[in-house]
């Protein structure tokens, strides 16, 4: 039996990248440090504010939901509400369970008929619904609702396929999602910034997580070919080169900083 490298418990993970074995307890502390890192970073948690959770049922939104809420549990000034895209699939059914055991808020919008038609006749095709098309109609819910931001489930795996392709495809714009999370002085106006807490924690973490935690989740896989390719071949380069998922990561966050010509970078206040 392998032990933790920070008490004597038995180890539950073997993190590659930092050369650590960590117990259950000190992997929920890890895992916990890095989301506090991310929502710091963003600086929109120095007010009081509302927050969307989209909750597509996915491991990646069960755990983020799970821990935001444990995170501003004594934050009265926080309101969290569930965002939930109604596709009459496994992952609705769990968003809506999920929501539920949470004592999440939780607004609701079906899918269009037309749009789901197309997707039991090609199953186990890509998911008909473009990323973009979902985070508009999740903005549009996150308006009516009138959340101050947006909080997805994207983990480091799904950010650091983003970048890769973005590099691979030349198209640095194609970044604009994970971007508007790390300069809140950058925010258009009207526009609502979609910060993404888990994107620090890999995949297989999330998945840990969720698991070890008994949350409420459904399968998802619903991407396209480049993206499951691309998803795959970095997988096998971060297993020989571990850290890999987070230098993409970073040459975004470095992006970020360079696009931003101000210094008045915002600090919030320490959780809890
Ligand atoms: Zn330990």
Request: glycine share 8%; charged share 30%.
């Given at each position: 039996?392998?032990?933790?490298?920070?008490?004597?418990?038995?180890?539950?993970?073997?993190?590659?990248?930092?050369?650590?074995?960590?117990?259950?307890?000190?992997?929920?502390?890890?895992?916990?440090?890095?989301?506090?890192?991310?929502?710091?970073?963003?600086?929109?948690?120095?007010?009081?504010?509302?927050?969307?959770?989209?909750?597509?049922?996915?491991?990646?939104?069960?755990?983020?939901?799970?821990?935001?809420?444990?995170?501003?549990?004594?934050?009265?000034?926080?309101?969290?509400?569930?965002?939930?895209?109604?596709?009459?699939?496994?992952?609705?059914?769990?968003?809506?369970?999920?929501?539920?055991?949470?004592?999440?808020?939780?607004?609701?919008?079906?899918?269009?008929?037309?749009?789901?038609?197309?997707?039991?006749?090609?199953?186990?095709?890509?998911?008909?619904?473009?990323?973009?098309?979902?985070?508009?109609?999740?903005?549009?819910?996150?308006?009516?609702?009138?959340?101050?931001?947006?909080?997805?489930?994207?983990?480091?795996?799904?950010?650091?396929?983003?970048?890769?392709?973005?590099?691979?495809?030349?198209?640095?714009?194609?970044?604009?999602?994970?971007?508007?999370?790390?300069?809140?002085?950058?925010?258009?106006?009207?526009?609502?910034?979609?910060?993404?807490?888990?994107?620090?924690?890999?995949?297989?973490?999330?998945?840990?997580?969720?698991?070890?935690h008994g949350l409420c989740f459904a399968e998802m896989g619903m991407e396209?070919?480049?993206?499951?390719?691309?998803?795959?071949?970095?997988?096998?380069?971060?297993?020989?080169?571990?850290?890999?998922?987070?230098?993409?990561?970073?040459?975004?966050?470095?992006?970020?900083?360079?696009?931003?010509?101000?210094?008045?970078?915002?600090?919030?206040?320490?959780?809890?």
């Open positions: 039996m392998t032990r933790c490298c920070k008490c004597p418990m038995p180890a539950v993970i073997y993190q590659k990248y930092s050369g650590m074995h960590l117990c259950q307890s000190h992997f929920d502390d890890d895992v916990h440090r890095k989301v506090r890192e991310t929502l710091r970073q963003t600086g929109l948690f120095a007010h009081g504010l509302r927050l969307a959770l989209a909750m597509d049922g996915g491991k990646g939104s069960a755990v983020m939901a799970n821990i935001i809420k444990d995170l501003f549990a004594r934050r009265r000034d926080i309101d969290l509400v569930a965002l939930i895209l109604d596709d009459h699939g496994p992952g609705a059914k769990a968003a809506r369970i999920a929501s539920q055991q949470l004592g999440l808020r939780a607004s609701i919008d079906a899918l269009p008929v037309s749009l789901l038609n197309d997707r039991e006749a090609s199953d186990p095709a890509p998911d008909p619904i473009s990323f973009a098309q979902k985070m508009r109609m999740m903005t549009g819910l996150a308006r009516e609702m009138g959340a101050d931001a947006i909080a997805t489930g994207h983990d480091l795996d799904d950010v650091a396929t983003d970048v890769f392709i973005s590099y691979l495809e030349g198209d640095l714009d194609g970044l604009q999602y994970g971007r508007r999370e790390t300069r809140p002085d950058r925010y258009e106006e009207g526009m609502i910034p979609i910060i993404q807490p888990l994107r620090r924690i890999p995949g297989k973490e999330v998945r840990l997580y969720a698991l070890q396209d070919e480049l993206h499951r390719e691309a998803r795959q071949e970095l997988c096998r380069f971060d297993s020989r080169h571990p850290g890999t998922k987070y230098s993409l990561l970073r040459s975004l966050e470095k992006l970020d900083l360079e696009k931003s010509d101000r210094s008045g970078s915002q600090r919030s206040k320490a959780f809890k």
